[in-house]
């Protein structure tokens, strides 16, 4: 079965780091491109980040650029987004997706999979 599963999430006071995995199977990693979104209550679903790694591309949002790092452990077919300095404004469901066309995956356009999250809290 085609699966993407989020980890790493949790409690973290303002400061802390959190390192949020999404782990593929049942389908040709390689292939695809990986999306980071968030969403928190009462607003929009936002674009974290996004990584292909068969085409050498990263993305960052504005809001995150430089406290995130995104990467993609291909043997694993798992991509880690690293999150330090964490601010409350980040608390959110956090959740990934996975498409083979890059702008789907990227901006959420209907990417082909979705994980079911995983809750970042970051208390003041």
């Known amino acids: 079965e085609k699966q993407l599963v989020e980890s790493g999430g949790g409690l973290v006071a303002a400061g802390g780091s959190l390192r949020l995995s999404c782990a593929a199977s049942g389908f040709t990693f390689d292939d695809y491109v990986i999306g980071w979104f968030r969403q928190a209550p009462g607003k929009e679903r936002e674009a974290v980040s996004c990584i292909s790694s068969s085409n050498n591309f990263t993305y960052y949002a504005n809001s995150v650029k430089g406290r995130v790092t995104i990467s993609s452990d291909n043997a694993q077919t798992t991509v880690h987004l690293q999150m330090n300095n964490l601010k409350p404004e980040d608390t959110a469901v956090y959740y990934c997706?996975?498409?083979?066309?890059?702008?789907?995956?990227?901006?959420?356009?209907?990417?082909?999979?979705w994980g079911r999250g995983t809750q970042v809290t970051v208390s003041s």
């Open positions: 997706a996975a498409d083979s066309v890059l702008h789907r995956a990227c901006r959420g356009y209907e990417p082909q999979y």
